[in-house]
């Protein structure tokens, strides 16, 4: 493994770009790693009317669309999101994966996954009754990905 370090000035945030031939589970276990070192209760900022609520990362269970705005489910609760998918999937750490074209989902909070072959599978969350659904073409990522985390590599 080659280890390159680039200094840019003027550089507003730091960023880990790591290439590989293919998702093995060291380089799963590296992005992990590096997520946690930076992850001192990130909070994003999501609406719900008039108020403005800084929510930690690590609480929300998933993001979805819903017509043309991005919800973020947490346990009870649900707050209108200022991101789209694809700005959020740059933010948010390594516990959040994309799952379909309208959702987002933390692994952290997966507790079942019902698997359907001929359509999408659902996904349930320790500690709620919400669900979100997994299309076909994310699947298998999906559950390479919650091995590798589950078992701890």
Same mark, same amino acid.
């Given at each position: 493994m080659k280890v390159k370090i680039e200094i840019e000035e003027g550089l507003e945030e730091e960023e880990v770009v790591i #290439?590989?031939?293919?998702?093995?589970q060291s380089v799963v276990s590296l992005q992990n790693y590096l997520s946690k070192q930076n992850s001192g209760k990130r909070c994003l900022m999501l609406n719900r009317g %008039?108020? %403005?609520?800084?929510?930690?990362?690590e609480d929300i269970f998933f993001f979805?669309? %819903?017509? #043309? %705005? *991005? #919800?973020?489910?947490?346990?009870?609760? *649900?707050?209108l999101c200022g991101y789209r998918l694809y700005e959020l999937e740059e933010l948010l750490p390594g516990s959040f994966m994309r799952i379909s074209k309208s959702a987002i989902v933390n692994?952290?909070? *997966?507790?079942?996954i019902t698997r359907n072959l001929t359509a999408s599978s659902e996904v349930e969350f320790a500690g709620s009754n919400k669900k979100a659904l997994v299309s076909r073409s994310y699947y298998k990522a999906l559950m390479e990905r919650l091995k590798t #985390?589950?078992?701890?590599r």
């Open positions: #290439r590989c031939g293919s998702l093995s %008039e108020t %403005e609520y800084y929510v930690p990362m979805e669309t %819903e017509g #043309r %705005e *991005i #919800r973020a489910h947490t346990a009870e609760q *649900i707050f692994l952290d909070h *997966i507790y079942s #985390r589950k078992l701890g």
